[in-house]
Protein backbone atom coordinates (compact mmCIF):
# COMPACT_ATOMS: atom_id res chain seq x y z
CA UNK A 1 0.00 0.00 0.00
CA UNK A 2 1.04 3.39 -1.01
CA UNK A 3 -0.53 7.41 0.00
CA UNK A 4 0.52 9.94 -1.65
CA UNK A 5 -0.90 12.80 0.12
CA UNK A 6 -1.06 15.50 -1.73
CA UNK A 7 -2.41 13.61 -4.57
CA UNK A 8 -4.87 12.44 -2.52
CA UNK A 9 -4.48 8.97 -3.51
CA UNK A 10 -4.00 5.62 -1.95
CA UNK A 11 -2.65 2.42 -4.28
CA UNK A 12 -3.72 -0.95 -3.09
CA UNK A 13 -1.51 -3.95 -3.22
CA UNK A 14 -4.09 -6.40 -4.50
CA UNK A 15 -1.87 -9.63 -4.73
CA UNK A 16 -0.79 -11.22 -8.28
CA UNK A 17 -1.33 -7.43 -10.08
CA UNK A 18 2.37 -6.30 -10.56
CA UNK A 19 1.55 -3.50 -7.77
CA UNK A 20 4.98 -4.90 -5.83
CA UNK A 21 6.89 -3.42 -9.42
CA UNK A 22 4.94 0.15 -8.70
CA UNK A 23 5.88 0.29 -5.70
CA UNK A 24 9.88 0.12 -6.68
CA UNK A 25 9.46 2.45 -8.77
CA UNK A 26 7.22 5.23 -6.68
CA UNK A 27 8.34 4.75 -3.26
CA UNK A 28 10.70 7.55 -3.52
CA UNK A 29 7.75 9.58 -4.35
CA UNK A 30 5.40 8.01 -1.70
CA UNK A 31 4.76 9.67 1.66
CA UNK A 32 3.76 6.81 3.32
CA UNK A 33 4.93 3.03 2.02
CA UNK A 34 3.69 -0.24 3.76
CA UNK A 35 5.80 -3.34 2.22
CA UNK A 36 5.46 -5.45 5.17
CA UNK A 37 4.44 -7.53 6.73
CA UNK A 38 2.13 -8.87 3.84
CA UNK A 39 -0.82 -8.52 5.90
CA UNK A 40 -0.63 -4.63 5.93
CA UNK A 41 1.04 -4.84 2.75
CA UNK A 42 -2.12 -6.34 0.62
CA UNK A 43 -4.58 -4.67 2.83
CA UNK A 44 -7.63 -4.78 1.30
CA UNK A 45 -10.54 -1.85 0.99
CA UNK A 46 -11.79 -3.64 4.53
CA UNK A 47 -8.55 -3.56 6.42
CA UNK A 48 -7.65 0.31 4.81
CA UNK A 49 -11.04 1.21 6.00
CA UNK A 50 -10.40 0.81 9.39
CA UNK A 51 -6.95 1.78 10.56
CA UNK A 52 -5.21 3.87 7.10
CA UNK A 53 -8.78 6.03 6.15
CA UNK A 54 -9.57 7.03 9.99
CA UNK A 55 -5.70 8.34 10.12
CA UNK A 56 -5.94 11.12 7.45
CA UNK A 57 -9.90 11.34 8.19
CA UNK A 58 -9.60 12.81 11.39
CA UNK A 59 -5.58 14.31 11.69
CA UNK A 60 -5.60 15.58 8.06
CA UNK A 61 -9.59 16.30 7.04
CA UNK A 62 -8.52 14.72 4.13
CA UNK A 63 -10.57 11.46 1.82
CA UNK A 64 -8.02 10.05 -0.07
CA UNK A 65 -9.22 8.13 -3.36
CA UNK A 66 -8.49 4.50 -3.58
CA UNK A 67 -6.84 3.33 -6.64
CA UNK A 68 -6.27 -0.58 -7.66
CA UNK A 69 -5.24 -3.22 -10.33
CA UNK A 70 -7.45 -6.38 -11.04
CA UNK A 71 -6.42 -9.31 -12.91
CA UNK A 72 -8.53 -11.11 -15.62
CA UNK A 73 -9.87 -13.81 -12.95
CA UNK A 74 -8.24 -17.14 -14.81
CA UNK A 75 -4.87 -15.53 -14.93
CA UNK A 76 -4.62 -14.34 -11.14
CA UNK A 77 -5.56 -17.58 -10.41
CA UNK A 78 -2.87 -18.91 -12.71
CA UNK A 79 -0.17 -17.20 -11.06
CA UNK A 80 -1.40 -18.27 -7.76
CA UNK A 81 -0.74 -22.00 -9.05
CA UNK A 82 2.35 -20.71 -10.62
CA UNK A 83 3.74 -19.11 -7.54
CA UNK A 84 3.20 -21.95 -5.68
CA UNK A 85 5.12 -23.95 -7.61
CA UNK A 86 8.06 -22.85 -6.06
CA UNK A 87 10.57 -25.12 -4.27
CA UNK A 88 10.56 -23.78 -1.50
CA UNK A 89 7.21 -24.47 -0.39
CA UNK A 90 7.71 -28.22 -1.62
CA UNK A 91 6.01 -30.52 1.25
CA UNK A 92 4.40 -27.28 2.58
CA UNK A 93 0.34 -27.38 3.06
CA UNK A 94 0.50 -24.15 0.44
CA UNK A 95 2.29 -26.03 -2.51
CA UNK A 96 0.71 -26.45 -5.73
CA UNK A 97 3.55 -28.80 -6.66
CA UNK A 98 2.37 -31.95 -8.41
CA UNK A 99 -1.63 -30.57 -8.54
CA UNK A 100 -2.28 -29.47 -12.48
CA UNK A 101 -3.90 -26.40 -12.50
CA UNK A 102 -7.56 -27.95 -13.63
CA UNK A 103 -7.47 -29.81 -9.75
CA UNK A 104 -6.13 -26.31 -8.80
CA UNK A 105 -9.18 -24.74 -10.12
CA UNK A 106 -11.40 -27.60 -8.85
CA UNK A 107 -10.13 -26.95 -5.62
CA UNK A 108 -10.61 -23.49 -5.07
CA UNK A 109 -14.27 -23.98 -6.24
CA UNK A 110 -15.07 -25.53 -2.98
CA UNK A 111 -16.59 -24.19 0.08
CA UNK A 112 -13.45 -26.01 2.34
CA UNK A 113 -10.64 -24.94 0.20
CA UNK A 114 -7.80 -26.62 1.05
CA UNK A 115 -4.33 -24.82 2.11
CA UNK A 116 -2.56 -24.43 -1.28
CA UNK A 117 -5.65 -23.38 -3.23
CA UNK A 118 -6.79 -21.06 -0.26
CA UNK A 119 -5.64 -17.51 -2.16
CA UNK A 120 -8.94 -15.38 -0.96
CA UNK A 121 -10.76 -13.29 -3.61
CA UNK A 122 -9.97 -10.29 -5.37
CA UNK A 123 -14.15 -8.97 -5.47
CA UNK A 124 -13.61 -9.04 -1.72
CA UNK A 125 -10.52 -7.59 -1.60
CA UNK A 126 -12.01 -4.68 -3.66
CA UNK A 127 -15.84 -4.75 -2.08
CA UNK A 128 -17.16 -1.59 -0.96
CA UNK A 129 -17.63 -0.58 2.82
CA UNK A 130 -21.58 0.29 4.39
CA UNK A 131 -19.47 3.35 4.71
CA UNK A 132 -18.75 4.63 1.40
CA UNK A 133 -15.00 3.96 1.41
CA UNK A 134 -14.71 2.47 -1.84
CA UNK A 135 -12.18 2.02 -5.17
CA UNK A 136 -12.16 4.75 -6.50
CA UNK A 137 -9.91 4.02 -10.03
CA UNK A 138 -9.93 0.39 -10.83
CA UNK A 139 -7.85 -0.86 -13.23
CA UNK A 140 -7.32 -4.03 -15.39
CA UNK A 141 -3.93 -5.82 -15.22
CA UNK A 142 -3.88 -6.47 -18.64
CA UNK A 143 -4.10 -2.80 -19.42
CA UNK A 144 -1.29 -1.32 -17.02
CA UNK A 145 -0.47 1.72 -19.74
CA UNK A 146 -4.10 3.39 -18.59
CA UNK A 147 -2.81 3.06 -14.94
CA UNK A 148 0.62 4.12 -15.43
CA UNK A 149 -0.89 7.18 -17.56
CA UNK A 150 -3.48 7.63 -14.30
CA UNK A 151 -0.53 7.86 -12.22
CA UNK A 152 1.54 9.93 -14.00
CA UNK A 153 -0.92 12.73 -14.53
CA UNK A 154 -2.08 12.53 -10.62
CA UNK A 155 1.52 12.77 -9.46
CA UNK A 156 3.26 14.63 -12.08
CA UNK A 157 5.61 12.19 -12.92
CA UNK A 158 6.87 9.70 -15.04
CA UNK A 159 6.56 6.06 -14.15
CA UNK A 160 9.24 3.49 -15.02
CA UNK A 161 9.10 -0.10 -13.82
CA UNK A 162 11.09 -3.09 -13.76
CA UNK A 163 9.54 -6.86 -13.70
CA UNK A 164 9.58 -8.09 -10.48
CA UNK A 165 8.12 -10.80 -8.67
CA UNK A 166 6.89 -12.74 -11.41
CA UNK A 167 6.00 -16.75 -11.16
CA UNK A 168 7.83 -19.24 -12.52
CA UNK A 169 5.92 -20.80 -15.83
CA UNK A 170 3.78 -23.88 -15.87
CA UNK A 171 0.75 -25.39 -17.76
CA UNK A 172 -2.66 -23.37 -17.48
CA UNK A 173 -4.56 -25.74 -19.08
CA UNK A 174 -8.21 -25.60 -17.62
CA UNK A 175 -11.39 -27.90 -19.01
CA UNK A 176 -13.82 -26.19 -19.93
CA UNK A 177 -16.08 -27.51 -17.47
CA UNK A 178 -14.06 -26.60 -14.45
CA UNK A 179 -14.23 -22.89 -16.23
CA UNK A 180 -18.05 -23.00 -16.17
CA UNK A 181 -17.74 -24.26 -12.55
CA UNK A 182 -15.83 -20.98 -11.45
CA UNK A 183 -17.62 -18.70 -13.13
CA UNK A 184 -21.04 -20.35 -11.84
CA UNK A 185 -19.22 -20.48 -7.82
CA UNK A 186 -17.52 -17.09 -8.18
CA UNK A 187 -19.44 -14.87 -10.43
CA UNK A 188 -18.77 -11.86 -8.97
CA UNK A 189 -15.22 -12.08 -9.86
CA UNK A 190 -15.81 -11.85 -13.19
CA UNK A 191 -18.74 -9.05 -13.26
CA UNK A 192 -16.45 -6.99 -11.38
CA UNK A 193 -13.45 -7.40 -13.93
CA UNK A 194 -15.73 -7.04 -16.70
CA UNK A 195 -17.23 -3.94 -15.71
CA UNK A 196 -13.72 -2.29 -15.74
CA UNK A 197 -13.62 -3.98 -19.27
CA UNK A 198 -17.48 -1.82 -19.80
Keep these: MMVFYKARLVLLSVPKTGTTALQSALRPHADMVISDPPELKHAP ?4 NRWVRPMFDKVCGA ?8 REPVSWLGSWYRFRQRDDLMGKPASTKGLNFDQFVEDYCKGQRPAHANVG ?13 RVHHLFAYEDLPRLHAFLQDRLGLMIETQVENVSPEGDLT ?3 ATLEKLKRKHPEEFALYQSIKA
Excluded: H
Aim: with cysteine.
Design 45 to 48: VYRY
Design 63 to 70: ELEVVAVM
Design 174 to 176: LRP
Design 121 to 133: SQAKFLEAQPNGC
